[in-house]
């Protein structure tokens, strides 16, 4: 009984905090309900609070209510607390002495919401539904020659990357133009090689559209300016040849109008033209979103202001001039205004070096302040040879985001599906090289890989030592190598592409380049503007390509080419996002009607080859049930648009190809995989060239398309057995080599974590979740055009896809030796190599290690020492070369694969080279849980070039991808 009262007297003494922190909260809550309650408001448990109070205490309480209530007695409004009747008498008070401008100041905010509540209306609902459009079709009453014997030279702003061994330019000054202060025309220098002093490009025109005068030079009427030929052009016909200048003049610099001359001479100083014009006056240009762009957009999207234009001095000559001599001088001023005395030169000597980098001793002239300033480009001489180019004309298109299914489903593409039965070509296992524009254009473009020039990210990101790389590699496009075949090459269309190319000094070699940048409806202008620069260039052999951005997202499609029982059935989440694109998908094919149609007017429908593809799909069909883990009630959820994945809903696009000549496999359908890096070869030797690059990455399809030929697809792709693809997070392959011929698999390595959009039906906002899947696999059916994502492989077949993955990327093969240590580091590693391959690199080393190389005949030894830290590593480029030997201290701790566990000296370069789990390297918790600084734990580890940056940029997941690989099994 003893033992029990004490034992309560314990429990008591522990639970007395509690019952003192009950007690003080319920003393705290009971001042708080009863000081309200006096001021009228009630809380719960009032009545209880009273009926514990002492009654001297209650009568206290009961005396301050009766007071309140006889204070409220005292103003006008007798209902609710004392303080909101305090408040209403004073409002009252303040309306009845300020009536007069009380009532002005409430009929102006009456009369103002009367005025703009309709306007904000119209504006949420022009920001959410699509407009009409706004461009009509307008007929061409002329047409051009169906056969040209014209050919095309560019002579003095040369293509790139063709040496110049005239001294003149090295000696010779340039003209520059602070950019800053350019009067609304984006002036960039050109960073070429060998480019001439003083080449820019010049971005002409106002947001959204702009006018694009891709390169050339400036002059103005303090400096004249000297261009000389680069090239000499044979004559083969003396007469119908003429040399077209494209010549624009620069705004005012203040608000004055300059009447401006500018005169050409040859080298013997004869005028080979002059014309005398008026500066429009100065304006500001618009930026994408500021105001006046989202005004223009929204109400006015294809009106522009009247900023000038560029127009051609189009001279007849016997011959090319050697020389030009441009000069330029102000005939008189008409004031409007003051000059602007602030306007001021540049001073930025970065701004200088960047023209200097060809040749530094170059000395250049500011234009700042002249009145008169004129930009002259496309320098080109047309003239009427005896063999010209091969092909009349190639138009390529490319719709930007179209994916093949939406693209060959007749129903909603029924145009476009129709001329390829009837005219073309239809490729239906065709595949672009990425997932986002820039990093899919640059394969199209060059037959290489993004990586192969210097960055998946090239010019959304480019920083000069990117633009270096590529530079430095001297990677031929194919525009310019159009250009060097004689046709006349332009662009027309939703080119940021090319804009931001420009502005960062790469020359992809479009030298006419109108660039449209309306989001709602641009196909109808790119149109009109196709059949524009087809009037005034359509004469010559011409290559043009179009970029149509009408099934790029924001998906706002004409309201007649929406499916609304379709779009009302689950009228939120990624339903929606699918019968809008459906939609733009639709408005995009009756537009193409209206392509062929301008065409037919001009008389080359029959006479030109048209390529149509896409950039990338997007993804709204599939939901991989790993991105969806732990999200709730995922009704039909799944990431829309681009750049999420590798799946073939993104990098699977339509191509049809039409061929004006040697059209014998039209109406056919290719099943065999094709790719970008294909185009490029293949329109090359049919446009006429003789000079494939040993570089490119694509096959020429040439041989299979060429009539007398009886080679099939199957037959001439037999050889390749793998598509590769990169995006910014991640790289993949197609494989259907070896024993996945019958069974073709790809496999995905996702680089960095991602963050995934998810649209749900019963939420119109879309969701995030971030995620980090290591490898994703997928089954891929060729013969049905399907793709099924596997949620894990055999092992067997999970080693091979990992090693095709290897062997077939285009990166370079890097060893990566990792120290989790700081202390003494010894390594020796031994290469086999060939005559005819690539030798390896030393790419990173840490600054207190030195390292040794020695060469013999057939082998290559790298020897390293020193002191490393924790973290540091050795990366070695293999090159072409393979290890055969590797040796560490014998107090290190080689660590290879993800179970971290220790490998044996003379199993290092067998589990390197045959082990597919080489790849993964283990996770820093496996390493600190079993080994010590003592161990000396060293990561060796194969992975490529390509994912170097990449994984850079993704090493703060290191807790994401520890547990990624815990879950899927590749660590402990």
């Known amino acids: 009984m003893k033992k029990l009262r004490l034992k309560r007297h314990y429990i008591r003494i522990i639970l007395r905090p509690v019952r003192v922190l009950k007690l003080s909260l319920v003393y705290f809550y009971g001042r708080i309900a009863l000081s309200l309650a006096l001021r009228g408001i009630k809380l719960p448990g009032l009545v209880k609070i009273k009926n514990r109070m002492p009654a001297s205490a209650l009568g206290a309480y009961e005396r301050q209510v009766l007071i309140y209530d006889i204070k409220g007695e005292r103003y006008s409004f007798r209902k609710g607390p004392l303080w909101l009747r305090k408040l209403f008498e004073k409002i009252i008070h303040i309306l009845s002495k300020n009536r007069f401008w009380l009532l002005i100041v409430f009929k102006t905010i009456v009369a103002f919401f009367i005025i703009t509540i309709p306007i904000l209306i119209f504006i949420i609902i022009r920001g959410i539904l699509p407009v009409p459009e706004r461009v009509g079709y307008t007929p061409i009453k002329m047409k051009l020659n169906e056969k040209s014997n014209i050919r095309t030279d560019w002579l003095y702003t040369e293509a790139p990357f063709l040496n110049m061994e005239d001294s003149y330019y090295i000696k010779n000054h340039f003209n520059y133009i602070d950019p800053e202060n350019s009067r609304g025309v984006n002036v960039s220098p050109v960073m070429e090689p060998n480019s001439p002093p003083g080449l820019v490009h010049l971005g002409i025109g106002y947001y959204p559209a702009k006018l694009n005068l891709i390169r050339g030079f400036i002059v103005g009427e303090s400096s004249p300016l000297y261009i000389s030929q680069l090239k000499n052009v044979p004559i083969e016909v003396e007469h119908g040849n003429r040399l077209r200048i494209q010549y624009y003049l620069f705004p005012s610099k203040d608000d004055s109008s300059y009447q401006c001359q500018i005169e050409l001479q040859d080298q013997s100083g004869n005028i080979i033209a002059n014309i005398t014009q008026t500066t429009q006056p100065k304006f500001k240009p618009r930026t994408p979103g500021s105001l006046s762009a989202s005004w223009n957009e929204r109400f006015v999207p294809n009106s522009t202001p009247y900023i000038g234009k560029a127009e051609e001095f189009i001279v007849n000559l016997k011959s090319p001039p050697k020389q030009i001599r441009a000069e330029v001088k102000e005939i008189k001023q008409a004031h409007n205004g003051e000059d602007n005395k602030d306007l001021q030169p540049t001073t930025d000597p970065d701004y200088m070096k960047s023209f200097k980098i060809n040749y530094p001793n170059s000395k250049g002239k500011d234009l700042t302040n002249n009145n008169c300033i004129f930009a002259l480009g496309d320098f080109s001489f047309e003239r009427t040879v005896i063999q010209p180019p091969k092909r009349r004309g190639i138009i390529f298109i490319l719709v930007d985001t179209l994916r093949t299914k939406t693209a060959y489903d007749p129903d909603i593409m029924p145009n476009l599906n129709e001329y390829a039965k009837k005219e073309g070509i239809k490729f239906l296992e065709h595949r672009a090289q990425a997932n986002m524009t820039v990093p899919s254009i640059i394969p199209l473009m060059t037959s290489r890989y993004s990586r192969d020039v210097g960055s ?324 891929v059916n060729l013969k049905e055009h399907t793709e099924k994502l596997l949620p894990m492989i055999t092992g067997e077949n999970l080693k091979n896809l990992r090693n095709a993955y290897y062997r077939y990327s285009p990166s370079h093969k890097i060893i990566r030796f990792t120290a989790k240590y700081s202390g003494d580091f010894n390594l020796e590693i031994i290469l086999n190599r060939n005559d005819k391959g690539s030798n390896p690199v030393v790419t990173l080393i840490p600054e207190g290690i030195k390292v040794i190389e020695k060469k013999e005949l057939n082998k290559i030894s790298y020897t390293f020492s020193g002191k490393i830290n924790n973290d540091e590593g050795v990366w070695i480029n293999l090159g072409d070369t393979t290890p055969s030997e590797i040796k560490l201290a014998q107090d290190i701790t080689p660590l290879i694969c993800p179970n971290g566990n220790k490998t044996q000296s003379h199993l290092l370069v067998d589990t390197l080279q045959n082990q597919a789990c080489s790849f993964f390297p283990p996770p820093d918790g496996i390493i600190e849980l079993n080994y010590s600084s003592k161990d000396k734990p060293v990561v060796i580890q194969k992975t490529l070039s390509s994912e170097q940056v990449e994984q850079i940029e993704g090493t703060g997941a290191g807790a994401a991808l520890q547990n990624a690989l815990r879950e899927w099994g590749y660590a402990k």
């Open 456 to 779: 998946v990210a090239f010019t959304y990101a480019a920083d000069a030592a990117m633009r270096k790389n590529f530079y430095d590699k001297q990677i031929p496009t194919l525009a310019t190598s159009m250009q060097n075949l004689g046709y006349r090459v332009g662009g027309i269309g939703w080119l940021s592409l090319f804009s931001e190319a420009m502005q960062g000094g790469v020359d992809l070699g479009f030298h006419n380049a109108i660039i449209s940048e309306i989001p709602e409806y641009e196909a109808r202008q790119i149109t009109e503007n196709m059949g524009n620069w087809l009037e005034n260039y359509g004469d010559a052999p011409f290559f043009l390509y179009l970029h149509y951005n009408t099934a790029h997202g924001p998906y706002k499609p004409p309201l007649e080419k929406i499916d609304f029982q379709k779009l009302l059935s689950k009228p939120f989440g990624l339903n929606q996002k699918k019968q809008l694109y459906n939609g733009v998908s639709r408005y995009w094919d009756d537009e193409f009607l209206n392509i062929m149609q301008k065409l037919k007017d001009l008389g080359l429908e029959k006479d030109v080859d048209i390529i149509i593809t896409a950039d990338h799909g997007a993804q709204l069909d599939v939901q991989p049930w790993y991105y969806f883990s732990g999200v709730n009630q995922n009704l039909d959820g799944a990431y829309a648009d681009k750049g999420n994945s590798l799946l073939d809903e993104e990098v699977r696009v339509p191509l049809i190809l039409h061929l004006a000549k040697n059209n014998h496999l039209k109406g056919t359908e290719i099943t065999t995989p094709t790719a970008h890096v294909d185009l490029f070869p293949t329109l090359y030797e049919l446009a006429g060239g003789t000079k494939p690059n040993e570089n490119w990455r694509g096959i020429n399809l040439t041989p299979a398309l060429n009539e007398n030929s009886n080679i099939t697809f199957e037959e001439h792709l037999n050889k390749r057995k793998s598509i590769y693809f990169e995006g910014h997070k991640y790289a993949g392959l197609l494989y259907w080599g070896e024993s996945f011929a019958n069974n073709p698999m790809k496999y995905v390595r996702q680089l960095t974590p991602d963050s995934v959009k998810l649209y749900l039906t019963h939420n119109p906002w879309s969701e995030k979740i971030s995620w980090y899947q290591p490898e994703i696999f997928s089954s």
